[in-house]
């Protein structure tokens, strides 16, 4: 058991409710207004990146039932409303000089507290100030998702009371604070509406610090403050807002007063010495439920829904009666990292500190499904400090960032870890800055209505905010791409960018601009045809290789994939599958390369494959408007098989951005409509060397016997092309020595390479192998006589054949 | 009128005199009018508001049941953006219906309509069956398109037309119900088109395109 000690305590969880939309709730469009909810998830986002050793920092955001919102964050020390004893005027300058740096600091930000009061302000046990939920206000859209009122009524400022006020509402609100601190609390019995009345009457005080101090018998007390201390305190409780100084000059002030040294923040080592973010991760991995705990500390309340139904529903649907809950709820609930330090316990102090050169670990979780490692605390625990270890030296270290993402990326880091490998460097936010995003376009029409349908179901993406950052990188893309149209699915494919870098637009964008040319070279053009027609015959010829069977059926029934590979090719299966799934191919197309996608689409078949057997043309086309769940793990460890076991020229495309090779040992280039027509692929003269010298092909020879007892490729066999029934589908049609080798080869994976002297009967007689059911045939690009050219050395006159046939 | 869940009535059991027809459908116009919702309100009695865009064609099936035949839609369902366009012929090609959709909200989305019908007019098969539909009619407070202008144009060239609501379901069965009634059912009736209408499934099966049994 372990044991929860003061320390351990390290966030809290607060909880309130969005407004509700009553009655109709759709928007002119027809389509339902976003929930207020989702409005606050997306515009919260923006303060879980805010980072300054005076907040605390925002942690999680989380949609409960009912609109219910609940707010993670870092919690430290307490409440200046739970100190008991009084505060040295040192001290109190001292706290104030903190939460004033806290305060410019926001409002440099854009960032208005709004509901500072003595119990969001954190004191620790050396002095230390940290504000904790500054920014319920920001993220409620300035109260508008919310139906209850901002701010306690005594820190608020006349102009907040009487029309909302600004940025300077703060200062007001710090100017009370500081004058509590100094003479004790104000308006201690009385109610919220007296109060408010108090405040206004200020209005026409020449000294509304003064007259408080008065009103409350302390002004004696107040006299006697430093003189300068008071006058912060007066050039803050102005009246008119303009007239208020600004934080950036309190904090000069204080700064002058405050004489109290703060001691070294000593970082603590091993577990608690790890980012906040990190421990919250992994708690939550260990079990730790943040809903369950607001629960047991009441926060979260379970009545029976009778209890909750209103008593009436007026048409327009407002409700009246029934039991709710409190709409805010100042209460904390506060979490202990106790069953996390013990779950961790037995990890070595020096595990903590991972060292670059270093053999890394070989963990037992490696070798289990991705989405399980993803929920593995410890596994996530070594994964997460190691590339934060790496990327901490990016770019430097891409390489080894490369060889890590091929085994697995830990969800926390994956939008960086994706940003490095797609070589992401550079001044990305001036440059993205400088973009023009707003000029009206005549695509915008189509963007405008895509955007709504494009993953709504992610909330981060079906928010207001989430529409106007998707529509804004669309933009920025079209401009800085002028050679490029907007295609539907664009949209699609920029949205795993934007769910990954919700606050870093500029990242998004970077990301998005190196992800084209890699993956979708001249996808985009406005005729497109040529490199999508490419495209799909490449992945038609790679399920011939990989699936043969499957690949003779479609065939045969027709079924081309213009049909229904273009949403898969064109988005990079973005517009096909949900995000959760997405990633994972992603992460693995990132790590291997543009061939991968080829490969993936054969994987899907591959695990559609029993269906699509037996089905006819109008079953299989079903199957695809209506894709059933995919196994994506599974089709990712297959795709990579498949790519890696397939000799590289075979997938070969014209339309990349690579350089195309002038070496005719490289080359298995071939005109368009010949591409069209060949079901297997070529291999180029270099592929097929390495192949031989590694015993991983066996060659078919379909020349006459006369040409090949000549002279032959060493190790092929002959069957002349002649012999050969084309509408028998067996391979025991091709006599009894070439069935056994080819059976032989089959069953050690080798490569088929079918050599010719022409390329119309190798297509033919490649074809007719691919009927026969027999895996990675190919073609032998250039024919027996490049061979002869290129690689001499290769040929010779063969043995009798009574011997062995193939020796 | 009852319909069946797509491809679950080939052939009805024990109602062998029924005659089984087959038709290819295709549904044109403008992106975002509401093609997709039409469709998988039909097929399925679904709507979904964030129906995702279509990318190249959809393709479902759905059986009506008329008087004495079971008609049985091959529905493929295209992209609307204008981009996509190159790619509607080997849809349309040997169709013997099309709904072409506007958005009774966006007068442009009808010009769209318009030109569709144009097309189909002179590509098509001529004995193609066309319907109009100017969608989204429960948006009536943004009309920005008379139903009388819709109905004027659709009289003048021998077009079906009705206002539909994916959303609501108004009039999405029934357009439906009205192509199923005005497609010819009696034996090698539309075959003009079937050279084409079976293109993309040649291998399936040879048999007639609207193949009466
Ligand atoms: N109010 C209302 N909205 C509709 C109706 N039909 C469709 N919509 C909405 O309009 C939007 C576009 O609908 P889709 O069915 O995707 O349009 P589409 O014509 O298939 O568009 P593309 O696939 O881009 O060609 C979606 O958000 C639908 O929810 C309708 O009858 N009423
Ligand atoms: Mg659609």
Redesign the pocket.
Same mark, same amino acid.
């Given at each position: 058991m372990y044991q929860d000690n003061e320390d351990d305590y390290k966030f809290a969880a607060c909880t309130y409710f969005a407004k509700n939309h009553p009655g109709e709730t759709?928007g002119s469009?027809?389509?339902p207004l976003t929930p207020s909810s989702i409005t606050i998830l997306g515009l919260a986002q923006r303060l879980l990146t805010i980072e300054h050793p005076n907040l605390c920092t925002y942690l999680d955001i989380i949609r409960g039932k009912h609109e219910r919102i609940i707010v993670v964050a870092e919690v430290v020390g307490k409440s200046l409303s739970d100190f008991k004893s009084k505060f040295t005027i040192n001290e109190v300058v001292n706290i104030a000089h903190q939460v004033a740096d806290a305060l410019k600091f926001l409002h440099e930000q854009g960032i208005t507290h709004r509901t500072l009061s003595d119990d969001n302000i954190l004191v620790d046990g050396e002095g230390r100030v940290k504000l904790f939920n500054y920014g319920l206000y920001y993220m409620t859209g300035g109260g508008n998702e919310v139906s209850f009122p901002l701010g306690l009524p005594k820190y608020l400022s006349p102009e907040t009371i009487l029309n909302g006020g600004g940025p300077a509402a703060d200062v007001w609100t710090f100017g009370i604070i500081l004058l509590e601190l100094c003479i004790g609390k104000l308006w201690q019995n009385l109610k919220p509406g007296p109060i408010l009345r108090r405040i206004l009457t200020l209005v026409h005080a020449n000294n509304p610090a003064e007259r408080m101090a008065r009103e409350h018998d302390c002004y004696d007390a107040y006299k006697q403050l430093p003189e300068n201390l008071r006058l912060v305190i007066e050039k803050c409780l102005k009246i008119y807002p303009r007239e208020r100084a600004t934080f950036s000059e309190i904090v000069d002030d204080l700064s002058q007063i405050n004489t109290s040294e703060m001691a070294e923040v000593k970082q603590p080592r091993g577990l608690m010495g790890c980012k906040l973010q990190y421990l919250y991760h992994w708690w939550q991995l260990a079990g730790g439920d943040i809903q369950a705990e607001l629960k047991k500390n009441g926060l979260i309340k379970n009545s029976p829904p009778i209890l909750s139904m209103p008593i009436a529903i007026l048409l327009d649907g407002c409700t009246i009666g029934g039991k709710t809950g409190a709409l805010f709820d100042c209460r904390i609930a506060k979490y202990s990292l106790g069953l996390l330090k013990s779950r961790l316990s037995h990890i070595s102090a020096h595990d903590y500190y991972p060292l670059m050169h270093e053999r890394r670990k070989q963990y037992d979780a490696v070798s289990l499904p991705k989405i399980i490692r993803e929920r593995d605390t410890e596994y996530q625990f070594y994964r997460l400090l190691w590339f934060q270890r790496l990327l901490h030296g990016y770019p430097y270290t891409a390489p080894y960032i490369r060889a890590e993402a091929e085994i697995d990326i830990p969800p926390l880091v994956r939008g960086d870890v994706w940003a490095a490998l797609l070589g992401v460097v550079g001044d990305i936010e001036e440059q993205y800055e400088r973009i023009d995003k707003e000029t009206p376009t005549p695509t915008d029409r189509q963007i405008d209505?895509?955007i709504?349908?494009c993953h709504q179901y992610c909330w981060l993406l079906c928010g207001s905010a989430g529409h106007r950052t998707l529509k804004r990188l669309l933009k920025a893309w079209l401009l800085m791409n002028p050679q490029y149209v907007y295609w539907?699915g664009l949209d699609s494919l920029t949205a795993p960018f934007l769910y990954l870098n919700f606050c870093n637009e500029a990242r998004a964008f970077a990301c998005l601009s190196a992800f084209v040319p890699k993956f979708l070279h001249n996808f985009f053009l406005k005729d497109n045809s040529m490199v999508i027609k490419e495209y799909l015959a490449k992945f038609w010829q790679m399920t011939a290789f990989h699936e043969p069977e499957l690949a003779s059926h479609l065939h045969e029934i027709n079924f081309v994939p213009e049909l229904f590979a273009i949403p898969w090719f064109l988005t990079m299966f973005s517009h096909v599958f949900p995000l959760h799934k997405i990633v994972h191919l992603w992460d693995a197309l990132l790590v291997e390369g543009p061939s991968l996608p080829l490969f993936m689409g054969v994987g899907i078949l591959r695990q559609l494959r029993d269906t699509l057997l037996e089905s006819g043309f109008n079953e299989c086309i079903l199957l695809f408007s209506d894709l059933p769940e995919i196994d994506i793990g599974e089709c990712v460890k297959e795709s990579i098989d498949m790519c890696r076991s397939s000799p590289r020229s075979i997938s070969y495309r014209r339309f990349t951005n690579e350089a195309r090779t002038k070496e005719p040992m490289d080359m298995v280039e071939i005109p368009m409509e010949m591409l069209f027509a060949e079901i297997c692929p070529r291999i180029s003269l270099s592929d097929f060397f390495s192949l031989i010298c590694q015993d991983k092909s066996c060659v078919i020879d379909i020349r006459s016997n006369l040409l090949y007892e000549k002279s032959c490729i060493e190790g092929s066999i002959n069957v002349p092309y002649s012999g050969v029934h084309l509408g028998q589908h067996e391979l025991r049609a091709l006599g009894l020595n070439p069935q056994r080798v080819l059976k032989e080869a089959m069953k050690v994976k080798k490569t088929i390479v079918v050599a010719s002297a022409e390329d119309e009967t190798a297509q033919l007689f490649s074809d007719y192998l691919v009927k026969c059911s027999v895996p990675r045939v190919c073609i032998f690009h250039g024919g027996i006589s490049a061979v002869q050219t290129h690689l001499p050395s290769l040929f010779t006159t063969p043995a009798p054949p009574n011997k062995n046939g193939n020796k | 009128m009852a319909t069946n869940r797509s491809g679950a009535a080939q052939r009805p059991n024990g109602a062998p005199q029924t005659k089984v027809c087959q038709f290819k459908l295709v549904?044109l116009?403008? !992106?975002?009018?509401?093609?997709? &919702?039409?469709?998988?309100r039909f097929v399925k009695g679904q709507?979904?508001?964030?129906?995702?865009?279509?990318?190249g064609a959809a393709f479902l099936t759905q059986t009506v049941c008329l008087d004495d035949t079971t008609v049985k839609f091959e529905i493929w369902?295209?992209?609307?953006?204008e981009r996509y366009h190159s790619l509607a012929p080997m849809y349309y090609r040997g169709a013997q219906a099309a709904i072409v959709?506007y958005?009774i909200t966006n007068q442009d989305t009808f010009g769209r309509a318009k030109n569709w019908v144009k097309e189909l007019q002179r590509q098509a098969s001529p004995s193609i069956v066309i319907a109009l539909a100017g969608?989204? &009619?429960?948006?009536a407070a943004k009309r920005m398109v008379e139903f009388e202008e819709a109905q004027a144009y659709a009289d003048e060239n021998g077009l079906l037309f009705m206002e539909? !609501?994916?959303?609501?379901a108004m009039n999405v069965n029934d357009i439906f119900l009205a192509i199923a009634n005005k497609l010819p059912k009696s034996e090698g009736a539309g075959a003009a088109g079937a050279g084409g209408a079976r293109r993309l499934a040649d291998g399936e099966q040879p048999r007639p395109s609207s193949c009466c049994k």
């Open positions: 759709c469009n027809g389509l209505v895509d709504p349908r539907q | 549904l116009g403008e !992106s975002a009018v509401g093609k997709s &919702s039409l469709v998988l709507f979904h508001e964030y129906q995702e865009s279509t990318i369902d295209t992209a609307g953006q959709v958005d969608n989204k &009619s429960d948006l539909t !609501s994916a959303k609501t």
